[in-house]
């Protein structure tokens, strides 16, 4: 079956210090999400990439979608402890496009 | 803040007992989801309403049992729990059921089952 797969699965940074999470799928994706959840928190829709190659920006944040939409990536420049918190990319089901198929998580953790 | 609202925050519940979870959006979104999640794991579908009518069961126990009382409620009323299912338990609504909707989840429930 179709599998999301994020690496790594923590990152420990130094405030200041980039970073980056990357998610790969088994299949080809129609478009990708990426979420944020903060410690005891909930997850917190981020941005979607619908286009192959795509690249969008937020402040800080940098995220691309692959030229085969199979692949996605998320950047942080310079952390900030508001940073904090586990980053989830999630895709459409191969056979329901309304199931999310969501990655493991990349949890950031900054150190001031 | 969240547009999604979860009541309650927390609620601990022994295995024989009844409750019910809720949940609440006003952003006219008109599907709506359970999720549920274990500790440093993704969320984990459980059910998907879309106008109203259930349109995803994800092979979830019958002790726990949705219910979408209008296009802005839903609930999921739980009994006979076991100390396994406790979780974080997550509504989210999306403006329709395409992979092309963002969802927005409400805070959760954090439950424990004793």
């Known amino acids: 079956g179709q599998q999301v797969m994020q690496i790594p699965q923590y990152q420990h940074v130094q405030e200041g210090e980039d970073f980056t999470t990357y998610c790969n799928s088994s299949?080809?994706?129609?478009?990708i999400q990426w979420y944020k959840q903060r410690p005891g928190g909930h997850p917190v829709f981020l941005i979607q990439?619908?286009?192959?190659?795509e690249v969008k920006k937020q402040k800080r944040l940098t995220f691309q979608f692959g030229e085969a939409k199979k692949n996605s990536s998320l950047h942080i420049t310079a952390t900030q402890t508001t940073d904090v918190g586990t980053y989830f990319c999630?895709?459409?089901?191969?056979?329901?496009?309304?199931?999310?198929?969501f990655g493991e998580g990349t949890q950031l953790t900054v150190n001031p | 803040d969240t547009e999604v609202t979860q009541t309650p925050k927390h609620l601990v519940m022994g295995m024989t007992n009844k409750k019910s979870l809720k949940c609440e959006q006003h952003?006219?979104?008109?599907?709506m989801y359970w999720y549920k999640q274990k500790a440093k794991k993704p969320p984990e579908l459980m059910f998907v309403?879309?106008?109203?009518?259930?349109?995803i069961n994800e092979s979830v126990p019958s002790r726990f049992s949705p219910e979408c009382p209008n296009s802005s409620l839903l609930n999921l009323h739980l009994h006979a729990l076991q100390p396994e299912d406790s979780a974080l338990y997550l509504c989210?609504?999306?403006?329709?059921?395409?992979?092309?909707?963002?969802?927005?989840f409400g805070n959760g429930t954090r439950l424990t089952v004793t």
């Open positions: 999630a895709g459409p089901n191969e056979t329901s496009g309304s199931r999310l198929t």
């Open positions: 952003m006219g979104h008109r599907a």
């Open positions: 990439l619908v286009k192959s190659g």
């Open positions: 989210a609504s999306s403006r329709a059921r395409d992979s092309g909707s963002p969802l927005h």
């Open positions: 299949t080809t994706l129609s478009n």
């Open positions: 309403y879309s106008y109203e009518k259930l349109s």
